[in-house]
């Protein structure tokens, strides 16, 4: 696989993510949040392993460990997610949210001890403007609760890391489905203690439980650290900045919600900036392969 197709997969699972937060909402009306854990992710974990069960069912003792490992980071990011969610403006969480475009390039730094280059300080900057533009309206304001969120664009940006290390020591399909067993598992032993375990009760629940279980979970978190083999981790983050253009535009579709001016050239911006952060990346890979395309004439 291509960089540009795995950047091609990353932006198709912004796309499916850009429905969660509708989901997560109508969910929570009748589901607590450990209950719609364990149910979104363990009906995502049971059909994958089903559709892919030759391919994973023999997965030895180190795939386990690292899929425990990221299966409890998944679990951290959407507990505290769904209670932000719970407590905080949608406004407000998707901009604080997005801020995980910020986090990845910052911690990798710190274990690479090296500076971004500078396509991706721009396009962090230039998207960060965007997110802004789109989503902070005049009833913004950051409440206290507000810092579930900033710590679930934290814990995912250290999700994405640790993805990049793992799959590089082991099966990349196994670890994203065997991640969705783990996640579901804690979900299932928090609720029974902090919850009364229940399932969907509406028709409009069912169809939030599955859209997550299926879109967001089956595909996203099955197909990211395949694609993520193949690229950054800061461009990985960059990508996923596309996740609110896609939300507002749903919105749209859906919800007939009309945007602003400032709101569509903010999601201009998101887009600019996901363009200027692949730039070198780009010219770099050309320049490789010309000199490749030199020294076989030779």
Known sequence: MTQRKADLLIAAISIAWGTSYLLMKLGLNGIGPFSLIALRFGIAFLITFIIFSRRVIKVDSKTIGYSAVLG??????????????KTTTVSSAGFLTSTTVIFVPILQS???????TLPIIAGVLVILIGIGLLTIKDSFAIESDSILCLLGAFLYAVH??????????????QLG???????????LIFSFIFETPTLPSTTTEWVAVLGLALVCSAFGFVVQPIAQKFTTPERTGVLFALEPV???????????????????IGAMLVLCGVFISGIKKKENCYKVLKENNTSNEH
Do not use: H
């Open 177 to 187: 489905i065997f991640q969705l067993g783990f996640a579901a598992l804690y979900g």
């Open 160 to 173: 994405i890391i640790v993805t990049s290390s793992l799959i590089r020591k082991t099966n990349a399909l």
């Open 246 to 264: 896609f939300a507002v535009l749903f919105g749209f579709i859906f919800l007939q919600e009309m945007l602003q001016l400032q709101g569509y």
């Open 72 to 85: 409890l980071i998944l679990f951290g990011v959407f507990t505290v997610l769904m209670y932000g969610l």
């Open 110 to 116: 710190l274990i690479t001890r090296k500076m971004p």
